[in-house]
């Protein structure tokens, strides 16, 4: 039965573990990439005065009517205080001009300032500007900007919510993988120091999969890790349910949160608050890459986070679009434990806690990749001929912690739970039909 559901998983997993491989390994080094290739459009010489932020911004909206765009998807948030038709308008507008998704303002001398805007395809793509001149050092294309396009890519892109609903089936799926691998794996008659070492002179069926196992078992808690911290980022899991599981308990982060998305013109009137905003967040003490979105709802506030390796260092600050006074300044201990742990997977997945995460998370990307190889291979040296070797379904009664187990997934993951009713019915129905007297003339 284990055999049974392992194989049945893993064929809908294997592709979603070797897209977000390779997706999450292009993102954890675009940055890297994009120095490396456009250090013309990432890097500037100091100089001794600063153009105003504002003026940078205003430059790069400048800048973006040259370029042929219309206005992405809509914004949402989960802290939205103004759903009305109106305030949902306004991105998308084309009289607005193209919505802004992102200022990025680094605290590195000889880094340039970046400009994020929405292409209609949903992606987003740079405008980088000189902070001491004011003037616009060029712009990439959507497809250009590898950090957009392969987080893009990793999150379901192009297929919208409809995608991240799929990688979250994946995700829940790929957690049936490794509990049903890890009990298949358990040491009978060796120990498990012993089960953990392949057994090289056994013949090629028994090391091969002595090799998909140990690995497998050594990256298990790094990959439940990532796919439970993976969960919060779905369109249906992280939205309709952690959002709710939040609002019962009270633990909602208070510094709420912005999708970005407001239009150029939007930007453009609360923009004479920038400088004050940015200047007293970073008179607060607020380290690192500066990352600033504004909502296209009336009374958003300026919403600046910043990057870090540091979870002491890791700020959310609120300014007042009107004047550029702070209106709301949080730490990572501010923060309800719920939203605190969603942080921690955040910084986990992007590299953020330097060189070691960076590299940890490329091997265990990599490592991945090899249990899809050694998984298919393993499938292909052992299947019978001429057939998909799909192992029997056995008829047993299932013990009461595997229910236990089951039952408690499809209550927390509803994707999951409805495809194993609709996995029960297909089956239901493919034996009905193929018991029938016109299944057995088939």
């Not at 979250?168 to 993988?177: C, G, Q, R, T």
């Not at 070492?197 to 056994?202: G, K, M, T, V």
Request: glycine share 8%.
């Amino acid at each position: 039965m284990f055999w049974r559901w392992h194989f049945l998983a893993s064929l809908l997993v294997i592709p979603f573990v070797l897209w977000q491989s390779t997706t999450g390994t292009l993102y954890l080094w675009s940055e890297w990439w994009m120095d490396v290739s456009r250090p013309e459009l990432r890097f500037v010489e100091p100089s001794a005065a600063r153009a105003p932020l504002r003026d940078q911004v205003a430059a790069a909206l400048a800048s973006s009517l040259l370029v042929p765009a219309t206005a992405a998807r809509p914004a949402h948030s989960h802290g939205a205080t103004d759903s009305s038709p109106a305030a949902a308008g306004a991105v998308g507008d084309p009289q607005n001009g193209i919505p802004v998704d992102s200022i990025i303002v680094a605290d590195d001398p000889h880094r340039s300032t970046t400009v994020l805007l929405q292409s209609s395809s949903g992606l987003s793509y740079p405008v980088f500007v000189n902070p001491y001149d004011g003037h616009v050092l060029g712009t990439l294309k959507p497809t250009e900007w590898l950090p957009g396009l392969s987080r893009s890519l990793h999150g379901g892109w192009p297929l919208g919510k409809a995608g991240s609903w799929l990688l979250e089936l994946a995700a829940s799926w790929a957690i049936v993988m490794i509990i049903t691998g890890l009990y298949l794996w358990w040491p009978h008659g060796r120990s498990l120091r012993q089960a953990l070492w392949p057994r090289f002179s056994a013949g090629p069926r028994i090391l091969l999969r002595d090799l998909h196992a140990c690995v497998a078992v050594l990256f298990s808690v790094v990959f439940l890790f990532f796919l439970i911290s993976a969960l919060p980022w779905t369109a249906f899991w992280g939205e309709q349910v952690l959002l709710r599981v939040q609002m019962a308990l009270g633990q909602e982060s208070p510094a709420g949160f912005s999708p970005g998305g407001a239009s150029a013109t939007q930007i453009a009137a609360a923009s004479p608050s920038l400088d004050e905003a940015v200047a007293t967040a970073r008179a607060r003490g607020v380290k690192g890459l500066l990352e600033i979105r504004l909502a296209p709802w009336p009374g958003a506030p300026w919403f600046m986070t910043n990057r870090t390796a540091s979870l002491a260092d890791d700020r959310t600050v609120l300014g007042d679009t009107r004047s550029g006074a702070i209106v709301g300044d949080f730490r990572h201990d501010d923060h309800p434990l719920i939203p605190r742990l969603v942080a921690v997977g955040i910084h986990v997945h992007q590299g953020d806690f330097g060189p070691v995460n960076l590299w940890l998370n490329t091997a265990f990307a990599l490592s991945l990749v090899w249990l899809s190889i050694t998984g298919i291979a393993s499938w292909w040296i052992r299947r019978p001929k001429q057939a998909l070797g799909v192992p029997p379904k056995v008829r047993v009664r299932w013990p009461r912690p595997l229910v236990a187990v089951v039952a408690t997934m499809c209550l927390l993951l509803p994707i999951f739970a409805a495809s194993v009713l609709a996995v029960a019915g297909i089956e239901k129905l493919a034996r009905g039909f193929w018991s029938s007297p016109e299944g057995e003339r088939c």
